[in-house]
């Protein structure tokens, strides 16, 4: 029901939709077909059979506190009852991504069903855009849409490799290893999407007999982030719910009418998604952001300056935060200079320019500074606070590098925030089985295997989550979707361009597009 309500508010759906109803030249889906496509994608069969709640709101240490040292988080452990963690790893792909990436698939194929085009979706991921771009098409897209990913060859996980490639066969999914970091990927898209040469050529590319253009799975399309502001909003109503903040039409309550939401920001998606629900009226009080080495939203939240200008990319254990050049950076621009976009137009140059863009002080005091905080954490902090809350948790809270990150950033904006604490909702992006080798090492576990395992990625993966299973018996399991697509052989022999040029990249974007 949230999510029927929250789409056609953002959608502008009448009250009464006929088949000529548009926005632009897309079609409205009327309310019913908006029903049937939520349905569809949030179908708990899909959704590891989780009945309640496919984004549950849980205590910090999962009820079951220990006594163990904090000496490191000290803040975190005595306040957990103020940190609740939103899981939004229970999807098919074991990642936030899933709750747009299996709901806009069904919106693209309704609204562009009587369109004469073939549409290819091509995407740049930082490891889990990817495979919940391609499961989301291929379960709810056009059965023509065909969806090209690039990735950082060296840049994802293994489990996240493993997945991709068990949908590549080259026919329907392409996906293309880059010997380059994800902002090389994501700035190739957006450079193919602003070339007209190449949406031309594509349209007299024909398959099946249909020409081809291009669309993205990216949060460059605002169709990813829509489904995104969902599940703050019902985060929200479960605080209501547990009485954690106030009823908004209980004037007599002394419960918190505000909450903060901790969010662990790459590519600055997830956190928007969340600032755009407080513009439609959601009581957030404060949005903190958490970067690991690449702190460059650190920075900028932080003092109005978004430099680049000496940075190189860090290759972490959370890759969706190893990014330089976060894309929706420019929407949230927009947004703070209230829609002006000679504004917008101007700092995004000075970024392509001058690698370096400079808030006015005014933008900065009265919509950044008192609106969002920041902070960062390192690779040894991050395995550190993932032990911890382990241990204090009697082995039942686990999370994966990503939600790390924020969890020891949320022991610094306690501190910060300690005399005025009100709840906070911390973003679990992923499954802790996407990232074994960061556990693993985080937990000072050892994995005894043959040389031959070692070299075999899927039995290699497959070993790590046995150990830590066999190791932590109260974490939340593998879950069987995850299981599945890691033990999927790869279709065809994986395509990668050691050193990847614009002009290869667009060559094979034709050859897979004329398939």
């Known amino acids: 029901r949230t999510a029927q309500f929250v789409v056609e508010k ?100 309704v609204s562009t069903e009587s369109d004469p085009n073939r549409y290819l979706i091509l995407a740049a991921t930082s490891g889990d855009t ?39 066969d080259g026919q329907r999914v392409q996906v293309v290893g880059l010997g380059a970091d994800f902002d090389f990927c994501q700035s190739t898209v957006k450079k193919i999407f602003n070339d007209n040469s190449i949406a031309d050529k594509l349209l007299t590319t024909t ?17 990813r982030l829509l489904p995104q502001i969902v599940y703050y909003i019902h985060a929200y109503l479960d605080l209501v719910a547990d009485m954690k903040v106030a009823h908004p039409v209980d004037a007599s309550s002394a419960l918190p009418r505000q909450f903060d939401v901790l969010v662990p920001s790459g590519n600055f998606g997830n956190i928007l998604s969340c600032y755009v629900a407080k513009q439609m009226g959601l009581p957030v009080r404060r949005f903190v952001v958490a970067s690991n080495e690449n702190d460059v939203l650190a920075e900028f939240i932080n003092t109005g300056v978004y430099d680049i200008t000496k940075r190189t990319l860090t290759t972490t254990s959370s890759p969706s935060i190893d990014i330089l050049r976060a894309s929706n950076v420019e929407r949230f621009l927009y947004f703070i200079h209230d829609g002006d976009t000679d504004k917008v137009r101007a700092l995004m140059h000075q970024l392509d320019t001058e690698k370096r863009f400079k808030l006015d002080d005014a933008v900065f005091q009265n919509k950044l500074k008192d609106v969002f905080w920041a902070s960062t954490c390192n690779e040894s902090r991050c395995q550190k606070v993932v032990k911890t809350l382990f241990e204090a948790s009697n ?12 969890a020891a950033v949320a022991e610094d904006y306690i501190a910060f925030a300690h005399s005025a604490l009100v709840p906070i909702v911390l973003a679990s992006t992923a499954h802790w089985a996407k990232f074994p080798g960061s556990v693993m ?10 040389d031959a395992d070692k070299t075999h990625v899927v039995r290699h993966v497959q070993n790590m989550h046995d150990t830590i299973q066999g190791n932590c018996p109260n974490a939340p399991p593998v879950p069987s979707s995850l299981k599945e697509a890691v033990a999927s052989p790869a279709k065809v022999k994986p395509l990668i361009l050691p050193t990847p040029t614009y002009e290869g990249i667009v060559e094979e974007l034709f050859t897979f597009a004329s398939k």
């Not at 959608?11 to 548009?22: H, I």
């Not at 889906?29 to 994608?41: D, E, G, L, M, V």
């Not at 082995?395 to 924020?406: I, Q």
């Open 10 to 109: 953002l959608l502008g759906v009448p009250a009464a939709v006929s088949p000529s109803t548009t926005h632009g030249t897309l079609p409205v889906p009327s309310p019913a077909t908006i029903s049937s496509c939520i349905k569809k994608a949030y179908a708990p069969t899909r959704w590891n059979n989780l009945q309640a709640s496919i984004s549950p709101l849980t205590p910090l240490l999962c009820g079951k506190p220990a006594s163990v040292s904090t000496a490191d988080f000290p803040n975190l452990v005595e306040h957990h009852s103020d940190v609740l963690v939103l899981e939004q790893y229970h999807g098919p792909t074991a990642a936030f991504k899933d709750f747009a990436l299996q709901l806009f698939p069904g919106f693209f194929a």
């Open 441 to 450: 090492r985080a937990l000072g576990l050892s994995l005894v295997e043959s």
């Open 130 to 168: 990817g495979v919940a771009a391609i499961n989301g098409f291929i379960q709810n897209g056009a059965p023509d849409t065909k969806v090209m990913v690039l990735f950082p060859e060296e840049g994802v996980s293994p489990v996240q490799k493993a997945q991709m490639l068990s949908y590549s």
């Open 207 to 223: 398959a099946g007999g249909k020409p081809t253009v291009l669309s993205s799975a990216n949060s460059i399309n605002w169709g």
């Open 395 to 406: 082995g039942h809270r686990l999370f994966d590098p990503h939600t790390g990150v924020a």
